[in-house]
């Protein structure tokens, strides 16, 4: 008997060449979210350590300043005062509280969540909470939230202006019509002597999941160039 003989085919063989680039580059893709992960964990645990940063007046980088110790001083705008809805603690239902604060000697605003708070009463009346009144300091992290939209899921006309379904800096600006600083206190929890339940967790450390996802990927491209290699040798004619 013959040995097997190599036959080469071109449709099969572009059908190979397609799969393996899609495997390769969904790797690639988790990898670089792992590795990205990775840094904005690394760059978070490092500013934590560092002192707070005094805020002013003047609008900082954001990327700059993002996850780090700040302090700033000012006056609370209850007023201004609105609620970030959909939010639980310990499933139990509640929003986020969240204040703009005028800094100290200028008209720049900073918006401060103070904390979370329990709905009890009904959607038709929004919990009631006490503002300090003169000037405070407040101190957090900087927090900078996310711009992204979920297009699967349009946004819901908000029952109460004073109630939103997510953080949106530059809606805020636009209402405010001042300056207002690129980032958003979450003040530590022994910031203040109230009600409010101040809980940031920390992100969650997925950059094992991504980088197994990505071998995964690999490896699916690499058993694909196998099974080709294989599927391409054939027995030869019997003498």
């Not at 792992?34 to 964990?41: N, P, Q």
């Not at 609008?59 to 006056?75: H, K, M, N, S, Y």
């Not at 200028?106 to 000037?135: D, E, K, M, Y």
Request: with cysteine; net charge positive; charged share 20%.
């Amino acid at each position: 008997m013959s040995l097997p003989t190599f036959k080469f085919r071109w449709i099969p063989f572009l059908a190979m060449l397609a799969g393996m680039a899609l495997f390769i580059q969904l790797g690639r893709w988790q990898s670089g979210k792992g590795d990205r992960l990775e840094a904005e964990l690394g760059q978070r645990a490092q500013r934590q350590q560092l002192g707070p940063t005094r805020l002013g007046p003047a609008l900082v980088d954001a990327a700059a300043v993002q996850d780090a110790p700040i302090t700033v001083r000012g006056v609370y705008e209850p007023e201004r005062q609105f609620f970030l809805d959909n939010r639980q603690e310990n499933d139990q239902p509640g929003v986020h509280v969240i204040t703009p604060l005028r800094i100290e000697g200028s008209q720049t605003r900073i918006l401060v969540n103070r904390g979370w708070v329990g709905w009890t009463h009904g959607r038709s009346v929004l919990p009631v909470v006490a503002t300090p009144a003169g000037p405070v300091q407040v101190s957090g992290l900087a927090f900078v939230p996310s711009t992204k939209k979920f297009f699967l899921m349009p946004e819901r006309v908000e029952s109460d202006p004073r109630l939103w379904e997510r953080l949106d800096l530059v809606r805020y600006t636009a209402q405010l019509g001042q300056p207002l600083q690129p980032v958003v206190v979450l003040q530590d929890p022994g910031d203040a002597s109230d009600t409010l339940l101040r809980h940031w967790p920390a992100p969650e450390n997925r950059v094992g999941m991504h980088r197994g996802y990505a071998f995964q990927w690999f490896g699916m491209a690499a058993a694909l160039l196998l099974f080709f290699l294989v599927a391409c040798f054939r027995k030869g004619d019997s003498a």
